[in-house]
């Protein structure tokens, strides 16, 4: 078995931590979505306004992935500390304890 | 515009021949700065994030975990800065289009300001009223204007051709700038290339790299969200032995349903199979779901690991070494055989198989009695059930048959009369056949192969642990032989088995001392055994006596007969009574004649004689 050391509280404050920045992220994005649409209007030819549009759905796909990584990134660290813990019935003596 | 012959040529030139501008260059690039502000608070939340990150070995440390978890937020964080760094050019393309849009708006102006100065002029008027005569159909009209005005022709000429030129020109620009810009816009990336692209979370590559590093597999398939079957699978054999160290796996393995397990199993290629047998053979080699092919590989991994471990620990002269040794011994001698499920312990359980369980079309459980043991009897009763499969392939050439020596439950000890005469051990052991069974039927049908016919032959206290088993579980057939007497209240008819009517067999020799014994030594007077060969259990009745050929039952047995004796038992070679049980567990039981009623054994030898007769013999004296 792997050597184990897990600060329970500070992982899943880090997975909670990472999914809040997930959410910062939905939002930012969803004001970027919202400019882009504007620059989309604001252009009087179609040329251009179907080149922002593609830009924009372009942005779209690459936020929404990285959303999704992030917000799997901070249930996977917290789903791992759970089964972590469940994985060395020592380690419930160790997650109070510091780095050894 | 509505073009006419004259068109071209003079008087026509309008300012509506100047293309627009799109008049958004500037709203372009404020929208591109929203965009690249929006951009700049995404950035700023993926970096702050990869900086949490950055703090896990703060929190945790499992040997190589950090290293392997560390890395992931990287990714992220490039995606993060080529999201700005779009943003940028965007902002770039936007100004540059910016300010070429407002020269060309400008230009466009100037150029309309001219068109309408010089319509204004008397050559332009001219020519407009020549052109609005010829639009009319009046041409004489429109040629005496022009003649009438010749001497402003080649002003009106030199004039509208330079214009409509510089107007060509512009029209160009402004189509090529705006294909420029859309160009641009559409070269600018959103992070769709580079060393920016994110892992996929879920993949095996991940569950390896994590694996690799020492993360036990539970939490590797939490962390990637995938099963733990479906990140096993992708695993190489090193992988495999590494991931069981965790010993919540063994755990997660001995969980699984027969369906699962079988899906889970199927998926593993020959190596990883290895390994994992190799972890776990004792959690392997009873799992349903897993082909018997594989179990009895991993049962007997498990039973060389236990022989060895005992003898390690000078433990040579207990029961459980013994147990293991006869049995090891016996398996050698019997190719064909598949030890399909071992219980370690201080007196060992086991089933074998002769016979490949996992294709055979016909399948019969062979159920001992009284004063049976592994350590005793595992030899004995391998070769019982060798007996049987080779007389049913005699019966019957085509069968694709395997016969379960069931050595699976704690049976009465030779001189346990109590637990003889008592139906615990039977009830406990009924419940384990009926398990065993329908684990069977469960791995069977996970496997996808036909369902086969299966039947059960019992011998002496044995048949109270079928009747008991078939309360609950199906079988086609059932042969109960030299019975201890059915209690009543486990099943006081043959209807009450889930057997098939005229499908429940049973057989007493006239000179099998010990069933009429077990029978009538019953303590629970109130609910007395029944004898399965009386008419008030309702049974086919059959001859355990000699008929052409074949030898009849002498003693209780089972197995008796040696080379050179003319003792015989039920499951001896060359007797009506196994030619007889092959022809139940094949099929054909209920075309045999009625024979050894207890009429007729009473006629023949009353059973006062009959006991006598069978005094000398041992207790259930197998070879």
Same mark, same amino acid.
């Not at chain 2, 910016?98 to 309309?112: F, G």
């Not at chain 2, 032989?481 to 057989?507: H, M």
């Not at chain 2, 006596?545 to 040696?562: D, F, I, M, R, Y």
């Given at each position: ?19 809040? *920045? ?39 796909? *690459? ?17 791992? *500390? ?19 | ?29 404020? +929208? ?44 992220? &964080? ?128 991940? @569950? ?127 190719? &064909? ?22 294709? +055979? ?114 079988? &086609? ?16 008819? @043959? ?13 007493? +020799? ?61 499951? &001896? ?44 013999? @041992? ?5």
């Amino acid at each position: 078995m792997p050597d184990l050391w897990l600060d329970s509280a500070g992982v899943s404050a880090v997975a909670g931590s990472i999914d809040n *920045r997930a959410g910062g992220v939905v939002g930012a994005a969803a004001m970027v979505t919202q400019a882009l649409a504007e620059a989309t209007g604001a252009v009087g030819s179609p040329d251009i306004s179907g080149a922002v549009s593609s830009f924009a759905s372009r942005f779209d796909g *690459r936020a929404n992935e990285l959303i999704t990584y992030l917000e799997k990134l901070g249930a996977g660290l917290d789903n791992a *500390r759970a089964a972590l813990e469940g994985a060395d019935a020592d380690l419930a003596s160790l997650v109070t304890g510091g780095p050894r | 515009m509505t073009e006419t012959w004259s068109d071209g040529l003079f008087g026509a030139l309008t300012a509506d021949e100047v293309a627009p501008v799109p008049s958004s260059g500037a709203d372009l690039l404020a +929208a591109a700065q929203q965009y690249q502000r929006a951009i700049a608070d995404v950035a700023a939340a993926v970096h702050s994030a990869h900086g949490q990150w950055q703090g896990l070995p703060d929190v945790l440390q499992a040997d190589h975990i950090t290293p392997a978890l560390k890395p992931l937020m990287d990714p992220a &964080d490039k995606l993060a800065s080529a999201l700005q760094d779009s943003a940028e050019s965007f902002v770039s393309v936007a100004s540059a289009a910016s300010t070429s849009l407002a020269q060309l708006q400008t230009e466009h102006d100037t150029l309309v300001s001219r068109i309408e100065q010089f319509r204004a002029s008397a050559p332009g008027k001219m020519a407009s009223k020549a052109a609005a005569e010829v639009r009319t159909g009046d041409l004489l009209g429109a040629a005496a204007t022009v003649i009438s005005s010749w001497k402003q022709v080649p002003e009106l000429v030199g004039d509208e051709f330079a214009l409509r030129t510089e107007v060509a020109a512009h029209n160009l620009k402004v189509s090529t700038t705006v294909s420029s810009i859309a160009r641009q816009i559409d070269q600018i990336t959103a992070g769709e290339k580079g060393t920016y692209k994110l892992p996929e979370l879920g993949s095996a590559s991940l @569950a390896d790299t994590l694996v690799d590093h020492g993360v036990p597999l539970s939490a590797a398939a939490a962390f990637t969200g995938q099963s733990v079957a479906v990140l096993l699978a992708g695993l190489d054999a090193k992988q495999v032995e590494k991931a069981f160290e965790d010993p919540t796996m063994k755990a997660w393995v001995a969980g699984l349903s027969a369906a699962d397990a079988a899906a889970w199993w199927s998926s593993l290629d020959p190596a990883q199979k290895k390994g994992i047998i190799a972890a776990i053979p004792g959690v392997i080699g009873n799992l349903n779901g897993i082909p018997y092919t594989d179990r009895d590989a991993a049962n007997r991994a498990a039973m060389d690991d236990e022989i060895a471990k005992l003898k390690a620990a000078g433990k040579t002269d207990t029961d459980e070494y013994q147990a293991l040794e006869n049995t090891k011994k016996a398996l050698k001698k019997t190719p &064909d055989s598949q030890l399909i499920s071992l219980t370690l312990g201080a007196e060992p359980l086991a089933a074998v198989s002769v016979g490949n369980l996992d294709t +055979a079309s016909n399948v019969t459980w062979m159920v001992p009695g009284m004063g049976t043991s592994v350590k005793n009897n595992i030899k004995g009763y391998i070769g019982g059930a060798k007996n049987l499969r080779n007389q049913q392939i005699a019966d019957v050439p085509t069968v694709d048959t395997a016969v379960v020596a069931w050595l699976g439950y704690k049976a009465p000890g030779g001189g346990d009369l109590v637990g003889e005469a008592t139906d615990g051990l039977a009830v406990a052991g009924g419940n384990q056949l009926a398990t065993a069974m329908q684990d069977f039927d469960a791995t069977r049908s996970a496997s996808g192969t036909v369902a086969p016919r299966v039947s059960v032959v019992a011998h002496s206290y044995g048949t109270l642990v079928a009747a008991q088993a078939l309360k609950s579980t199906h079988a &086609d057939s059932v042969l109960l032989e030299g019975s201890a007497g059915i209690p009543a209240w486990i099943a006081p008819t @043959a209807a009450s088995l889930d057997v098939p009517k005229g499908q429940v067999f049973a057989s007493q +020799a006239v000179h099998d001392g010990w069933a009429i014994t077990g029978q009538s030594t019953y303590l629970n007077p109130v609910d007395p055994r029944i004898d399965p060969t009386s008419n008030q259990f309702g049974a086919h009745d059959l001859s355990a006596e000699a008929s052409p050929g074949l030898n009849a039952v002498t003693q209780h047995g089972p197995l008796v007969h040696k080379p050179g004796n003319t003792s015989y038992s039920y499951f &001896d070679a060359n007797t009506t009574a196994i030619d007889n049980a092959a022809r139940v567990t094949t099929g054909t039981g209920a075309s045999l004649p009625v024979g050894d009623t207890p009429a007729e054994r009473f006629v023949a030898n009353p059973h006062a004689v009959e006991y006598g007769a069978a005094a000398g013999e @041992a207790m259930h004296g197998i070879p």
